[in-house]
């Protein structure tokens, strides 16, 4: 593993991520709640002006995630362990945290332990969401709009 993955996992490890980790659990039952979340994460990764691929990359990956949500939260998507999807809950929840480990307003440093979270994230989860595209795909193709013939 590398290093910004081992200290992602060792802050999944600390009191605060498992704090977050029970209030992910009370979210999976309010879809609303889930949707202000998912906006409120969206809208901080896509306020990230960076000209460097690994964004664009973490975005995309944030971003499946989202989707993944969204449709377990409208009950589309069920095939994820619900272990997994709390523990997803809770990193953006700790993304989403002004102060957290180390407080995003400190300059440089103040978004390292995000990226550490981030990273542990897209390790441990990566088979998850390869799994939620090929079922994104298949339900693609499956719901092609009918084109009405005149």
């Known amino acids: 593993m590398s ?6 996992l060792e802050i999944s490890k600390k009191a605060i991520f498992h704090m977050l980790v029970k209030r992910a659990s009370a ?12 906006k409120e994460a969206y809208d901080k990764l896509v306020d990230v002006k960076s000209s ?8 995309e990956v944030f971003f ?10 409208n009950g589309s998507y069920r095939q994820i362990p619900t272990r ?6 809770a990193t953006l929840l700790y993304l989403v945290m002004p102060i957290d480990i180390i407080p995003d307003f400190l300059p ?4 390292s332990d995000d990226l550490s979270v981030i990273a542990w994230f ?16 298949r339900n693609q193709e499956e719901e092609e709009p009918m084109v009405a013939v005149v």
């Open 3 to 8: 290093k910004l993955t081992d200290k992602g």
């Open 64 to 73: 499946t995630f989202f989707r993944l949500v969204r449709a377990y939260a």
């Open 52 to 59: 460097q691929s690994g964004f664009a990359q973490i975005k």
């Open 27 to 38: 979210l999976l039952g309010k879809p609303v709640k889930i949707g202000l979340l998912l």
């Open 84 to 89: 997994a999807l709390v523990l997803g809950l």
């Open 108 to 111: 440089l440093i103040g978004y």
């Open 122 to 137: 897209v390790t441990t989860f990566q088979s998850e969401l390869t799994r939620f595209r090929s079922w994104e795909t």
